[in-house]
């Protein structure tokens, strides 16, 4: 740019979606641009969380030539990722549309771009999980196999959970702060119910079997909230919301979904 572009030279290019989708990052996106050049000029003309079709303008860059073309990609790259997880995330909101069920991300997320990737989340109607090791504990199928050896079940694990928070934090913080417990078996949630988690994860359960979890929940423990997890697909979301799970958790839409196509166009 600068060895083709004359150096008065200003533009205005229009930030268009190719794609129909859910928009989101708009302000990181003119961070971005303002860190090129605090001249530019950026203007958002949807607000994130906004659904467009292709051809919809979104945003505005305008401004020396020069600064506008060396921010082009990194603004795109922010947006297309991210509005990429809004778009997902969309779909899965709207796959389970009709149940109490709410969509809930995970820590599958971009080093260096959890609280951006988890805002996308946010923005597609979803809901965040922890946003590290240190707001929640999940007692995750690795942290059992390590407690079996020692002939620790699942069900003393919550309890040891609950010690833990107890010993560690001020009643202030501990009290907010939820233990999760992840199962595989329905054969598990009966004694882990009676520990008393916050949360019981039920990992790659089928259907039917989630069925059974949720009124055995209902029956003995019915302010435990349960979390479906594993095999979360947009063909499956809305089978599994309508076991009466209360969530399900994913890491779709910030591992593995595409990125919304966004370009920048010359008015």
């Known amino acids: 740019s600068v060895g083709l ?9 229009r930030v268009v979606a190719r794609r ?12 971005v641009a303002g860190v090129a050049d605090p001249r530019l000029d950026w203007l958002p003309l ?3 969380g906004t ?7 979104v945003a505005t860059l305008s401004g020396a030539t020069r600064s506008v073309l060396a921010a082009e990609r990194v603004v795109l790259n922010m947006l297309g990722r991210l509005s990429g997880i809004a778009t997902a995330t969309r779909l899965l909101v709207d796959a389970v549309a009709g149940t109490r069920c709410r969509v809930y991300d995970t820590r599958k997320t971009v080093p260096g771009w959890r609280l951006l990737d988890k805002y996308a989340v946010r923005m597609g109607g979803g809901w965040n999980h922890r946003l590290g090791l240190f707001d929640a504990i999940l007692i995750k199928d690795n942290h059992l196999g390590a407690l079996a050896e020692a002939g620790i079940p699942p069900a003393d694990a919550v ?3 609950r010690a ?3 010993r560690t934090f001020p009643p202030s913080r501990a009290e907010h702060m939820v233990v999760e417990v992840e199962i595989d078996s329905i054969v598990q949630l009966e004694p882990v119910l009676a520990a008393g988690p916050d949360i019981v994860l039920l990992d790659n359960m089928a259907v039917e079997e989630l069925r059974r979890c ?3 929940r209902d029956e003995r423990a019915p302010r435990v909230t349960l979390e479906a997890s594993g095999g979360i697909r947009l063909d499956t979301a809305a089978a599994i919301a309508a076991t009466g799970v209360d969530r399900i958790s994913t890491g779709w839409p910030t591992h593995d979904a595409p990125w919304l196509d ?4 010359w008015n």
């Open 5 to 13: 572009i004359p150096a008065a030279a200003t533009s205005r290019l």
């Open 20 to 31: 129909p989708g859910v928009i989101a990052g708009l302000p990181a996106a003119g961070i």
């Open 46 to 48: 949807v607000a994130d």
């Open 51 to 57: 659904a467009v079709a292709a051809g919809d303008t």
């Open 159 to 161: 309890r040891l959970g």
């Open 164 to 166: 833990f928070l107890a």
């Open 214 to 216: 949720v009124a055995l």
């Open 262 to 265: 966004v370009a920048l166009d």
